[in-house]
């Protein structure tokens, strides 16, 4: 399990160094790349943040969205303005009861004339569109929805959070219940019971029907959906509705392999793997088989030939 933390100022690859150089806490680029570059399993992101550059921001979150593996995003104090979209970036994201989500439009300052400050305008009205898509992503609001809120400056706790689709679930919401058991039981038997817990209540993979033109599926009401390819590469991500069906708009290939997981807040599925209809099939096992009866069928009529692992294919 790979940590990385996102606190203080979030600045580009350029000032990093500066903060480093004068002790200032500070997030930028690098430091999360380079921590994926090595991490090969899950990866757990804590966020006490009130922001920085947009720039920075947007490369810190497509870094975690591109990572393959399960990313958990931890908000431990605030994720405000830029650090709310790297928020987004998680497969899961967990808050503190006493923590802080804020989103907001985008500022920035511009010396100039009246045709100045009317481009910035624009320049920046365009970049409360980009950024919104990922509040959209996660939550399944409408773009409408989440522009109003980035308009209004909007603070969110927890519950608020949790409710309006920011986040999972908040920490520590079964602390009272796990302290009485604790009094029960031994460390022991404690933590086998909480696997065996968990694997009961982990999802099972959705079903799945992959064509040329994306994959329909069924899974758990609202669950997070991603597909994979063979190599274990995200190619798409969706939510599932609340009935449970979903659609993910992929351009595939006959024979292409698709592995898709489901997740809630108990944890992903394993994943459900199909290929792509209309691909050349896979004959090998069917050969393989073939062959060995042939080779029996030969054993059972041979009386004379005493050495039978002599060769006896012809060129």
């Known amino acids: 399990m790979v940590k990385i933390n996102i606190k203080g100022r979030i600045v580009n690859d350029s000032m990093g ?3 480093d150089f ?31 550059l947009v720039d920075a921001g947007e490369e810190i979150y497509t870094a975690l969205r591109n990572y393959p593996g399960h990313v958990t995003v931890n908000v431990v104090g605030t994720a405000a303005s830029a650090a709310s979209i790297i ?17 907001h439009n985008v500022q920035a300052g511009v010396d100039g004339d009246n045709r100045d400050h009317a481009h910035m305008a624009e320049v920046l009205e365009g970049l409360n569109y980009s950024l919104a898509k990922a509040y959209v992503a996660k939550t399944g609001k409408s773009e409408a929805d989440i522009l109003n809120m980035m308009n209004n400056e909007t603070w969110l706790t927890a519950e ?12 520590f919401k079964d602390a009272k219940l796990v302290a009485s ?3 029960l039981l031994d460390d022991k038997t404690l933590d086998m019971a909480r696997e065996m817990m968990n694997q009961v209540n982990k999802p099972q993979p959705p079903t799945i029907h992959p064509t040329t033109s994306g994959i329909t599926g069924h899974g758990l009401a609202n669950a997070y959906i991603k597909a994979d390819n063979h ?12 009935q449970g069906d979903f659609s993910l708009k992929v351009k595939l290939n006959p024979g292409d392999e ?46 004379v030939h005493s050495n039978w692992n002599e060769p006896f294919f012809n060129a």
């Open 22 to 52: 004068m002790k200032m806490t500070a997030t930028y680029p690098k430091q999360v790349n380079d921590a994926l570059a090595n991490a090969s399993g899950d990866v757990d992101v804590d966020i006490n943040s009130g922001g920085g």
């Open 181 to 183: 058991v604790d009094e």
């Open 17 to 19: 160094p500066v903060y």
């Open 160 to 171: 608020q959070a949790v409710k309006e689709g920011f986040a999972d679930k908040i920490m």
């Open 87 to 103: 928020a987004m970036a998680g497969d899961e994201v967990v808050m503190s009861p006493v923590a802080q989500l804020m989103i």
């Open 231 to 242: 190599q274990g590469k995200k190619i798409a991500e969706g939510h599932a509705d609340a």
């Open 258 to 303: 698709v592995r898709v997981t489901q997740a809630d807040k108990w944890g992903t599925s394993k994943p459900a793997v199909a290929n792509v209809p209309g691909g050349k099939p896979d004959t090998t096992n069917e050969q393989i088989d073939a062959l060995k009866a042939e080779i029996e069928a030969l054993k059972s009529k041979q009386t």
